[in-house]
């Protein structure tokens, strides 16, 4: 497969090439006709001289007349034209300067002017060709040879540029190149800008500088998802173990108490592994999910009723408001779960007195429920990326409340299914509000 720079190169050397093989094409031919013009109207001019010179020879009687085959050879040498003059059918002078036939075998076709002039007739006859002349046809080669040679030259300076500039131009692309596999090799610090004044390689160089930022947020994010997934299955893991090696060797007794403890490791590993589950789900095949008429509004009333109790035991403001009764086309069960996914994150981020408001309302175009409460709040540096698989801002209080960071990456996995969408505004220690939006399409 051919490089980038030799591609460049030939394309710019055939480009130039077509270019100064036409400029040569149409400036020869358009030199030739200028040329034979030229001459034309000079054999005009010269026939008249010869006309001045005769008239002047002719008119003065003190010139002998035994000297006008003198002067008509002379004028017919110079000029390089036949002659004949003659006066009353008589030839006084006839010259014969232009062969009748050439070298080559071949006779050229002639144009004769006749001139009257008194009593004697002057015809002067030249090459219809103006370039049968010596002179002029050496002209014309030297002149063919001249665009030969810049042809030449012209060639084998744009074959020396070619190869500079698709250096020049190749550079920046293999360094953006280089960065790429720096990308995929995870050497984000090997990272360079390219030096190009191309606003397109800029623009991409901007691109692959945001990919890779991106990509190493993503790298970092991974590291600390593989840290993460140990915790949550190391915890539960070692408790299950050592109550089981601790009832074996008889140090607890198997009674319901210790049991129920298993079971709680038991369940949390559940949740794990079914949060994992169902955001692979979503994420690879949701378009197999079955929809449905679905009431937002009775949704949410259930909702309230169960998270009442919870919001009087803590002492929580807990309120809500429905304007409208929205029925969407969707699965009840996963939007269910997007819902007491935001719920719980805004119970355990909210400390006791604090005020949580769930709100459903219409807009000409779209359907909006709106999560709004007054707890801890979320980082400036974290919004970004509070919707990915395992993040969590805040880790010594997300030790204390539970979870895995899951919710709100299965959350958005659902609003995507179903075609809507999910935000969050926050500000550190005033709380958090949540926007989840359904289309009026979807409706």
């Known amino acids: 497969m051919t490089s980038l720079n030799k591609l460049f190169a030939r394309y710019f050397i055939v480009t130039v090439?077509?270019?100064?093989?036409?400029?040569?094409?149409?400036?020869?031919?358009?030199?030739?006709?200028?040329?034979?013009?030229?001459?034309?109207?000079?054999?005009?001019?010269?026939?008249?001289?010869?006309?001045?010179?005769?008239?002047?020879?002719?008119?003065?009687?003190?010139?002998?007349?035994n000297a006008y085959p003198m002067v008509l050879g002379m004028l017919s040498r110079q000029q390089e034209v036949n002659i004949l003059f003659s006066k009353d059918d008589d030839v006084i002078f006839k010259s014969n300067v232009i062969q009748s036939e050439s070298d080559d075998?071949?006779?050229?076709?002639?144009?004769?002017?006749?001139?009257?002039?008194?009593?004697?007739?002057?015809?002067?006859?030249?090459?219809?060709?103006?370039?049968?002349?010596?002179?002029?046809?050496?002209?014309?080669?030297?002149?063919?040879?001249?665009?030969?040679?810049?042809?030449?030259?012209?060639?084998?300076?744009?074959?020396?540029?070619?190869?500079?500039?698709?250096?020049?131009?190749?550079?920046?692309?293999?360094?953006?190149?280089?960065?790429?596999?720096?990308?995929?090799?995870?050497?984000?610090?090997?990272?360079?800008?390219?030096?190009?004044?191309?606003?397109?390689?800029?623009?991409?160089?901007?691109?692959?500088?945001?990919?890779?930022?991106?990509?190493?947020?993503?790298?970092?994010?991974?590291?600390?998802?593989?840290?993460?997934?140990?915790?949550?299955?190391?915890?539960?893991?070692?408790?299950?173990?050592?109550?089981?090696?601790?009832?074996?060797?008889?140090?607890?007794?198997?009674?319901?108490?210790?049991?129920?403890?298993?079971?709680?490791?038991?369940?949390r590993l559940t949740r794990l592994v079914n949060n994992l589950s169902d955001l692979t789900l979503l994420e690879t095949d949701y378009a197999n999910m079955k929809f449905e008429d679905v009431s937002l509004s009775e949704i949410i009333e259930s909702l309230y009723m169960v998270y009442a109790p919870v919001a009087d035991d803590r002492n929580i403001a807990f309120i809500k408001n429905i304007e409208a009764d929205s029925h969407i086309s969707g699965n009840k069960d996963r939007l269910l779960q997007v819902f007491v996914n935001v719920l719980s994150n805004a119970f355990k981020y909210t400390d006791t007195g604090g005020t949580i408001t769930i709100g459903l309302y219409d807009r000409p175009n779209e359907s909006v429920c709106v999560v709004e409460d007054t707890g801890i709040g979320i980082d400036e540096k974290d919004l970004p990326f509070?919707?990915?698989?395992?993040?969590?801002?805040?880790?010594?209080?997300?030790?204390?409340?539970?979870?895995?960071?899951?919710?709100?990456?299965?959350?958005?996995?659902?609003m995507g299914a179903h075609g809507g969408d999910i935000k969050v505004e926050s500000k550190k220690g005033e709380g958090s509000r949540i926007t989840i939006?359904?289309?009026k399409k979807y409706l």
């Open 386 to 414: 509070i919707f990915n698989r395992f993040y969590r801002g805040d880790e010594s209080r997300s030790r204390e409340t539970g979870g895995a960071g899951i919710g709100l990456s299965i959350a958005k996995a659902v």
């Open 437 to 439: 939006t359904f289309p």
């Open 105 to 267: 075998g071949t006779s050229p076709e002639y144009v004769n002017l006749e001139y009257n002039i008194g009593d004697y007739t002057l015809i002067i006859g030249r090459a219809k060709d103006p370039l049968y002349d010596i002179g002029n046809a050496e002209f014309v080669r030297t002149l063919n040879i001249m665009y030969a040679v810049l042809f030449v030259i012209s060639m084998l300076i744009a074959t020396f540029t070619a190869f500079v500039l698709s250096g020049r131009f190749n550079r920046p692309i293999m360094q953006l190149k280089d960065n790429v596999n720096n990308i995929a090799m995870n050497r984000f610090d090997k990272m360079t800008k390219p030096d190009s004044r191309a606003r397109e390689l800029k623009e991409l160089s901007d691109d692959i500088d945001r990919l890779a930022g991106q990509m190493e947020r993503e790298e970092e994010m991974r590291k600390r998802l593989s840290n993460d997934i140990v915790h949550e299955l190391k915890t539960p893991i070692a408790v299950l173990s050592t109550n089981i090696e601790a009832i074996l060797d008889g140090i607890y007794k198997a009674d319901d108490e210790r049991m129920s403890v298993l079971l709680d490791q038991i369940n």
């Open 17 to 65: 090439a077509i270019v100064l093989l036409l400029t040569t094409l149409v400036s020869n031919f358009g030199a030739s006709i200028f040329f034979r013009e030229f001459i034309k109207a000079s054999n005009i001019e010269r026939n008249e001289r010869i006309v001045e010179v005769v008239e002047v020879m002719v008119l003065d009687e003190d010139f002998p007349q």
